[in-house]
């Protein structure tokens, strides 16, 4: 009983300090890439600005315009950031 409790206390620490502000990380990340609208402008992980043009919700895709008549298509877990 002796070795129970401080392995006990080991995984909850471990719990609280490790798994669950990651899960509260991908569950903030999930919820920004949901909100995503056309008209946002975004930069993307690789750094590219463009503003969103069209969202393809079954395939995952965003389509970015990054300049005049070009256009390119992403997915949608490559957009890291909104840009004001």
Known sequence: MGFLVPLLAMIV???FILIRPQQKEAKKRK???ESIQKGDKVLTIGGI???VVN???EENIVV???AENT???V???AIQSKVS
């Open 75 to 77: 997915a949608k877990s």
């Open 49 to 51: 600005y463009g503003v």
């Open 71 to 73: 256009k390119i298509e």
């Open 31 to 33: 919820e920004f890439l």
């Open 13 to 15: 620490i471990f719990y």
């Open 55 to 57: 969202l393809k919700p």
């Open 64 to 66: 970015l315009k990054i």
